[in-house]
């Protein structure tokens, strides 16, 4: 007699077509998940390159100032004089003649006022429905 074995080696899968479409689409949310994670690692060095510029380009901004700081000659605050400020000649004032008036064009509302009249209208008809 043979004798039965308490850990069987193989099960059986009573639905096997479910199973496999739910293992493609861990699979695919596996995929999707490492495709996002290499873009988030390419967009990560290239921001570590940026930095390394923006900071090389900083030290050199500095080294420039520095220089020109050097460069220019030492003033004291006394010794700088303000320009005085010129007075500006008075515009003449300008004749404007008015146009004849043909015909007014109703003024045409603004944006809000239309939502307004629009508002109103609704609670008219809230209002009238309670």
Not at 37 to 52: D, M, N, W
Request: charged share 40%.
């Amino acid at each position: 007699m043979a004798k039965k074995e308490e850990n069987p080696l193989f099960v059986g899968i009573t639905d096997k077509d479910e199973l496999r479409k739910g293992m493609l689409e861990c699979s695919k949310g596996i995929l999707e998940s490492l495709k996002f994670f290499e873009s988030f690692k390419a967009v990560r060095e290239e921001k570590s390159i940026l930095t390394k510029q923006l900071k090389s380009d900083l030290k050199d901004l500095s080294r420039s100032i520095t220089a020109l700081r050097n460069s220019l000659p030492h003033v004291k605050d006394g010794e700088i004089k303000k320009p005085e400020p010129k007075k500006a000649a008075e515009p003449k004032p300008r004749i404007i003649k008015k146009a004849p008036v043909i015909a007014e064009k109703p003024s045409e509302k603004s944006e809000i006022e239309k939502l307004e009249s629009e508002l109103n209208e609704i609670e008219d008809k809230l209002n009238s429905l309670s």
